[in-house]
């Protein structure tokens, strides 16, 4: 069993307070050194996720991951609904039919908040948030596109998605979890039938054949598509629901799911049913995150309620019958599931009877037998036709093979292996339901052989049951708990020990309890736990058996929901999940979330007081002075809470005006926190003007509580009713482009404040686009630009550049801001453009003047008219001057030839330009050429090539004693300054001549 080792995390934007259940390492003392056991319902809950305008981004945050989700087009204004009435009459005037308003109203009868975008003549939007789950319907009032595009962008938490075979889209952190969920979209239409859409991510297909891992650790974006069947035109209104949801629930509520504990503790569970009747989905649970993710599902056409899981010795899962409800059919059909990559393969061969409601375990040797179960439905949802005969399936061949039948045809029995190798049928019944249904009271015992094994009769039980779950308990005994005969839910229990039945403790109270909703939780006490179930509705009642007796009455609290035809299992010693069934007998109506119950450690004492309550608190900064006037928006309630039982604790807060006394009304309570922290709770809705005074407990998970602490001393007044932030930040004015180069834009711009022209804002968004960007959807499809400022002080002058432009092209630019809490502008005005440069492709003239002007023994000094930047105009950037013994013909010479250092910087076209070329040999001829390059750099031709030879050694006396003046250089060209060398020698004879 793997432990609690992976932190929550901490959310980041907007914060979702996390709720988890009691997971922690449990004993196996007896009851008196444990706690009071509870059930905690597993959510974390959203406390702030609704924009509060509809043209900007939905923030969810959740542990380690967050997610912004982006609807592209321009959203009309939003307005809030508060009371029933005005939602009434919205939708008299949308004029929505009965089934679409009485969907609308189940969906929003948990909601917190309610946002409603004023509709137009097409269309209106819903937004809602719930405890577990972000919604955005869409209502279409008159045919419409059939589809919504929606930018997502993830954090730096979540590398990445995946989108599974079901349709599910789920963001996951960088360990692979999975936190939270897009569920396949559905749209419900006039006539109140649901239909399911399909959820496109980058353009993939919303039913991959396998889970399909989308890498988002570069880009961070992905473009999401709902995509829904198009209605025939009486269809409309319609309702259009893509979901966010926290993966602490199902992707989707099931009845009768399919549910069997895997080897390293999580769960699987398959199908079931909700108000598409059948699915074929699958997800995983995990204990230690405390949460689901998706796996591939079975085949289309595959779907089914109350597949059988059986767990086989390679840590696959063999997946045998069902039932498609309404008198359709069951399955003689079987998968296997592998639990390393999710895919599902069918087996070799199919059962010799199709079957739902039967039974299966799996034998000693590994093979499984199944048994039993109905080959019919009836119109009532209900299996009917009970069968005798069973199957053998034999991983190594992956097929089944006949077994030896019962004597007594049954389905939703009881089914389970004595110490001694053999297997225990208990009761059961030919149909599900029935006006006169034919319940037996018969047991038989299947053993095992090399071949088909044998049935053989044993003790029947004191008088017909079904539905009735059986355990084992530590010394070898089998308890068989409630049940039903058929007519009505029962209370007696038997104990089945060396082939006989004696009665045991009678249950409390008798409601029906489908079998995978019992289990004994701790084998080495042999504590048994039977929630939910069906007392004539179904129920949140949970029932606890314990050394030969029952708890009395059920446990306190009990289930957050009730639950009939649910699924769970045991986690570890002590602890068991429950998930699924139906709350209630409408069939419109199934969990999706998931609840665990825990043997708590420690004893009853209450939790300590809270203490260093900061009564006070001002955007998370403890206000000292009495006489502070605060609004809703700054109150807060904070406390230090401890437990002497290491439980977790919740702070709850009792505010009341002064002329009031404390009535324990009103409460405000936080969610729990972990072994004790520090907890808050905001203020309530509080009246203008009105001193207020306040009082604080602590509660544990066993919602025992501290004495209350009073806060009498410095009452406050609310001065203002809190209303959210919704100024957005002025729109640019001023935006200009100041410089444009080859391939960037310089911008500048003034910062326009927070709200409207005061204060700081947040961000900004600038982007640009090669064409005008005057809407919002030109802004939303125009390129991002990188490297914003962050925003400064309203009126600071702001600068940016954007790079990566191509050449000679015109660019439009616009520039978005938003405040923290995520207002956005309009898109900044007027909408400026530039057009980047041309790119300079024209080199420099080649150098038609280059001369040799003086020569002596070792250099050669050269003389030449500076060419130009663009051929013969402008100033070039650099000169390339070479010299060989060879002549200079090609450019290939040019590049062999030797480069001469100390080249000066062009001058401007036209000017006189001069090297000294040193280091050259006496008495040999050199042939010198020159090229020319711009910023670019362009390369100029080679320039005329020109000979110059050093004095040989011999001569160099005579020269230097020569007296003549030097002539004119006859190679240079017209136009060439003056660089002949005007020398005048003394005519004193040297010594020594």
Same mark, same amino acid.
């Given at each position: 069993?793997?432990?609690?080792?992976?932190?929550?995390?901490?959310?980041?934007?907007l914060?979702?307070?996390?709720?988890?259940?009691?997971?922690?390492?449990?004993?196996?003392?007896?009851s008196?050194?444990?706690?009071?056991?509870?059930?905690r319902?597993?959510?974390?809950?959203?406390?702030?996720?609704?924009?509060?305008?509809?043209?900007?981004?939905?923030?969810?945050?959740?542990?380690?991951?967050?997610?912004?989700?982006?609807r592209?087009?321009?959203?009309?204004?939003?307005?809030?609904?508060?009371?029933?009435?005005?939602l009434?009459?919205?939708?008299?005037r949308?004029?929505?039919?009965?089934p679409?308003?009485?969907?609308?109203?189940?969906?929003?009868?948990?909601?917190?908040?309610?946002?409603?975008?004023?509709?137009?003549?097409?269309?209106?939007?819903?937004?809602?948030?719930?405890?577990?789950?972000?919604?955005?319907?869409?209502i279409l009032l008159?045919?419409?596109p059939?589809?919504?595009?929606?930018?997502?962008?993830?954090?730096?938490?979540?590398p990445?998605?995946?989108?599974?075979?079901?349709?599910?889209?789920?963001?996951?952190?960088?360990?692979g979890?999975?936190?939270?969920?897009?569920?396949?979209?559905?749209?419900?239409?006039?006539?109140?039938?649901r239909h399911?859409?399909?959820?496109?991510?980058?353009?993939?297909?919303?039913?991959?054949?396998?889970?399909?891992?989308?890498?988002?650790?570069?880009s961070?974006?992905a473009e999401?598509?709902?995509?829904?069947?198009?209605?025939a035109?009486?269809?409309?209104?319609?309702?259009?629901?893509?979901?966010?949801?926290?993966?602490?629930?199902?992707?989707?509520?099931?009845?009768?799911?399919?549910?069997?504990?895997?080897?390293?503790g999580?769960?699987?569970v398959?199908?079931?049913?909700?108000?598409?009747?059948?699915?074929?989905s699958?997800?995983?649970?995990?204990?230690?995150?405390?949460?689901?993710?998706?796996?591939?599902?079975?085949?289309?056409?595959?779907?089914r309620?109350l597949?059988?899981l059986?767990?086989?010795?390679?840590?696959?899962?063999l997946l045998?019958g069902?039932f498609?409800?309404?008198?359709?059919?069951?399955?003689?059909?079987a998968y296997?599931?592998?639990?390393?990559?999710?895919?599902?393969?069918?087996?070799a061969?199919?059962?010799?009877?199709a079957?739902?409601?039967?039974?299966?375990?799996?034998?000693?040797d590994?093979?499984?037998?199944?048994?039993?179960?109905?080959?019919g439905?009836?119109?009532?949802?209900a299996?009917?036709?009970?069968?005798?005969?069973?199957?053998?399936?034999?991983?190594?061949?992956?097929?089944?093979s006949?077994?030896?039948?019962?004597?007594?045809?049954?389905?939703l029995?009881g089914?389970?292996?004595?110490?001694?190798g053999?297997?225990?049928?208990v009761g059961?019944?030919t149909?599900?339901?029935?006006?006169?249904?034919?319940?037996?009271?018969a047991?038989?015992?299947?053993?095992?052989?090399?071949?088909?094994?044998g049935?053989a009769?044993?003790?029947?039980?004191?008088?017909?049951r079904?539905?009735?779950?059986v355990?084992?308990?530590?010394?070898g005994?089998?308890l068989?708990?409630?049940?039903?005969?058929?007519?009505?839910?029962?209370?007696?229990c038997e104990?089945?020990?060396?082939?006989?039945?004696?009665p045991?403790?009678?249950?409390?109270?008798?409601?029906?309890?489908?079998?995978?909703?019992?289990?004994?939780?701790?084998?080495?006490?042999g504590?048994?736990?039977?929630?939910g179930g069906?007392?004539f509705?179904?129920?949140?009642?949970?029932?606890?058996?314990?050394?030969?007796?029952?708890s009395?009455?059920?446990?306190?609290?009990?289930m957050?929901?009730?639950?009939?035809?649910?699924?769970?299992?045991?986690?570890?010693?002590g602890?068991?999940?429950?998930?699924?069934?139906?709350?209630?007998?409408?069939?419109?109506?199934?969990n999706?979330?998931?609840?665990?119950?825990?043997d708590l450690?420690?004893?009853?004492?209450?939790?300590?007081?809270?203490?260093?309550?900061?009564q006070?608190?001002i955007?998370?900064?403890t206000?000292?002075?009495?006489?502070?006037?605060?609004?809703?928006?700054?109150f807060?309630?904070?406390?230090?809470?401890?437990d002497?039982?290491?439980?977790?604790?919740r702070?709850?807060?009792?505010?009341?005006?002064?002329a009031?006394?404390?009535d324990?009304?009103?409460?405000?309570? +936080?969610?729990?926190?972990a072994?004790?922290?520090?907890?808050?709770?905001?203020?309530?809705?509080l009246?203008?003007?009105?001193?207020?005074?306040?009082?604080?407990?602590?509660l544990?998970?066993k919602?025992?509580?501290?004495?209350?602490?009073?806060?009498?001393?410095?009452?406050?007044?609310?001065?203002?009713?809190?209303?959210?932030?919704i100024?957005?930040?002025?729109?640019?004015?001023?935006?200009a482009?100041t410089?444009?180069t080859?391939?960037?834009?310089t911008?500048?711009?003034?910062?326009?404040?927070?709200?409207?022209?005061?204060?700081?804002?947040?961000t900004y968004?600038?982007?640009y686009?090669?064409?005008?960007?005057?809407?919002?959807?030109?802004?939303?499809?125009?390129?991002?630009?990188?490297?914003?400022?962050?925003?400064?002080?309203?009126?600071?002058?702001?600068?940016?550049?954007v790079?990566?432009?191509?050449?000679?092209?015109?660019?439009?630019?616009?520039?978005?801001?938003?405040?923290?809490?995520?207002?956005?502008?309009?898109?900044?005005?007027?909408?400026?453009t530039?057009?980047?440069?041309?790119?300079d492709?024209t080199?420099?003239?080649?150098?038609?003047?280059?001369?040799v002007?003086?020569?002596?023994?070792?250099?050669?000094?050269?003389?030449?008219?500076a060419?130009?930047?663009d051929?013969?105009?402008?100033?070039?950037?650099?000169?390339?001057?070479?010299?060989?013994?060879?002549?200079?013909t090609?450019?290939?010479?040019?590049?062999a030839?030797?480069?001469?250092?100390?080249?000066?910087v062009p001058s401007?076209?036209?000017?006189?330009? +001069?090297?000294?070329?040193?280091?050259l040999?006496?008495?040999?001829?050199?042939?010198?050429?020159?090229k020319?390059?711009?910023?670019?750099?362009?390369?100029?031709a080679?320039?005329?090539?020109?000979?110059g030879?050093?004095w040989?050694?011999?001569?160099?006396?005579?020269k230097?004693?020569?007296?003549?003046?030097?002539?004119?250089?006859g190679?240079?060209?017209?136009?060439?300054?003056?660089?002949?060398?005007?020398?005048?020698?003394s005519?004193r004879?040297?010594?020594?001549?």
């Amino acid at each position: 069993m793997r432990r609690l080792g992976k932190s929550l995390g901490g959310a980041a934007l907007l914060t979702l307070a996390l709720t988890p259940c009691l997971i922690r390492p449990t004993n196996a003392n007896t009851s008196a050194a444990r706690g009071t056991p509870s059930f905690r319902l597993l959510q974390r809950t959203l406390l702030a996720a609704l924009p509060t305008s509809l043209d900007r981004p939905l923030w969810i945050a959740d542990g380690p991951v967050d997610v912004q989700c982006t609807r592209l087009g321009v959203e009309p204004a939003p307005l809030t609904l508060t009371t029933t009435a005005e939602l009434n009459a919205q939708f008299d005037r949308w004029e929505l039919p009965a089934p679409t308003r009485d969907f609308l109203r189940e969906k929003m009868r948990d909601a917190w908040e309610i946002r409603l975008a004023q509709s137009t003549t097409e269309k209106a939007t819903l937004h809602m948030r719930g405890q577990e789950w972000a919604e955005e319907f869409e209502i279409l009032l008159h045919p419409s596109p059939a589809s919504f595009h929606y930018a997502l962008q993830v954090g730096k938490g979540a590398p990445g998605l995946a989108l599974a075979p079901a349709g599910h889209l789920e963001v996951l952190d960088s360990e692979g979890t999975a936190w939270l969920r897009m569920p396949r979209p559905f749209f419900i239409d006039a006539q109140g039938e649901r239909h399911d859409g399909a959820l496109l991510v980058n353009g993939l297909g919303a039913e991959p054949p396998d889970v399909i891992r989308i890498d988002l650790s570069d880009s961070h974006t992905a473009e999401l598509t709902v995509v829904f069947p198009t209605p025939a035109p009486d269809a409309y209104p319609i309702v259009i629901d893509p979901t966010w949801s926290l993966t602490t629930t199902m992707s989707e509520g099931r009845e009768r799911p399919g549910l069997v504990a895997l080897e390293d503790g999580r769960a699987l569970v398959v199908g079931g049913g909700n108000l598409t009747l059948a699915l074929n989905s699958a997800e995983v649970f995990d204990p230690v995150t405390l949460t689901w993710t998706t796996t591939a599902s079975l085949p289309a056409g595959q779907e089914r309620w109350l597949p059988i899981l059986t767990l086989l010795q390679s840590g696959k899962v063999l997946l045998t019958g069902g039932f498609l409800p309404e008198g359709t059919s069951t399955f003689n059909t079987a998968y296997v599931w592998n639990p390393q990559n999710g895919a599902w393969t069918t087996t070799a061969t199919t059962m010799s009877s199709a079957r739902a409601y039967h039974g299966a375990v799996r034998l000693d040797d590994g093979r499984v037998l199944v048994a039993g179960g109905g080959t019919g439905v009836d119109s009532l949802y209900a299996a009917d036709n009970a069968v005798t005969s069973c199957d053998v399936y034999d991983p190594a061949t992956n097929s089944f093979s006949p077994a030896a039948a019962m004597a007594n045809a049954r389905l939703l029995f009881g089914f389970i292996r004595l110490d001694n190798g053999t297997f225990l049928a208990v009761g059961g019944a030919t149909r599900e339901w029935a006006a006169s249904i034919d319940v037996t009271s018969a047991c038989e015992i299947y053993t095992p052989d090399s071949g088909a094994g044998g049935w053989a009769a044993t003790s029947s039980l004191a008088a017909p049951r079904f539905q009735c779950a059986v355990v084992r308990l530590p010394a070898g005994e089998i308890l068989r708990l409630p049940g039903s005969d058929g007519l009505a839910p029962q209370t007696s229990c038997e104990i089945f020990n060396a082939g006989t039945w004696t009665p045991a403790a009678p249950a409390p109270e008798g409601h029906d309890n489908y079998w995978p909703m019992a289990a004994i939780i701790s084998p080495s006490t042999g504590v048994v736990l039977q929630p939910g179930g069906n007392l004539f509705g179904p129920v949140n009642k949970v029932h606890r058996y314990e050394a030969g007796t029952w708890s009395g009455p059920p446990i306190e609290p009990a289930m957050n929901a009730n639950r009939d035809y649910g699924a769970g299992y045991r986690i570890e010693e002590g602890k068991m999940m429950v998930c699924g069934g139906r709350p209630d007998d409408t069939f419109t109506n199934f969990n999706s979330s998931t609840e665990i119950y825990e043997d708590l450690p420690g004893s009853n004492a209450p939790p300590d007081a809270p203490t260093a309550l900061q009564q006070r608190q001002i955007d998370d900064v403890t206000v000292v002075a009495d006489t502070t006037v605060l609004t809703a928006a700054q109150f807060r309630c904070r406390a230090a809470l401890t437990d002497p039982n290491g439980d977790d604790v919740r702070l709850q807060v009792e505010i009341k005006s002064t002329a009031l006394g404390f009535d324990g009304t009103g409460l405000v309570t +936080s969610a729990p926190l972990a072994a004790g922290g520090t907890a808050s709770v905001p203020s309530a809705t509080l009246a203008n003007g009105i001193a207020h005074h306040w009082r604080a407990r602590t509660l544990d998970a066993k919602d025992a509580a501290s004495a209350w602490v009073e806060f009498e001393e410095g009452a406050f007044e609310i001065e203002d009713l809190w209303t959210p932030d919704i100024t957005a930040p002025a729109a640019v004015t001023d935006l200009a482009v100041t410089l444009m180069t080859v391939d960037t834009a310089t911008l500048q711009w003034t910062a326009p404040g927070d709200d409207g022209a005061t204060g700081t804002a947040t961000t900004y968004d600038v982007r640009y686009s090669t064409s005008p960007i005057v809407t919002d959807a030109d802004f939303n499809g125009a390129t991002s630009a990188s490297g914003e400022p962050a925003p400064s002080a309203a009126g600071t002058i702001e600068s940016m550049g954007v790079v990566g432009l191509s050449p000679s092209t015109t660019y439009h630019f616009a520039v978005k801001t938003a405040d923290e809490a995520f207002n956005w502008s309009v898109i900044s005005g007027p909408n400026p453009t530039g057009t980047t440069a041309s790119p300079d492709i024209t080199p420099p003239a080649a150098v038609t003047t280059l001369g040799v002007a003086a020569v002596n023994a070792t250099t050669v000094t050269l003389g030449w008219t500076a060419p130009g930047d663009d051929a013969g105009t402008g100033t070039a950037t650099a000169y390339d001057i070479r010299y060989s013994t060879a002549p200079i013909t090609t450019d290939a010479n040019f590049l062999a030839a030797t480069a001469a250092t100390g080249a000066p910087v062009p001058s401007a076209a036209g000017t006189a330009e +001069s090297l000294t070329v040193g280091g050259l040999a006496s008495g040999v001829t050199h042939y010198f050429a020159v090229k020319t390059a711009d910023e670019v750099p362009n390369w100029s031709a080679i320039s005329n090539v020109v000979a110059g030879s050093t004095w040989a050694p011999a001569d160099d006396k005579k020269k230097r004693c020569a007296l003549s003046a030097p002539g004119a250089i006859g190679n240079l060209a017209n136009g060439l300054a003056v660089l002949a060398i005007l020398a005048t020698l003394s005519l004193r004879k040297p010594r020594g001549l």
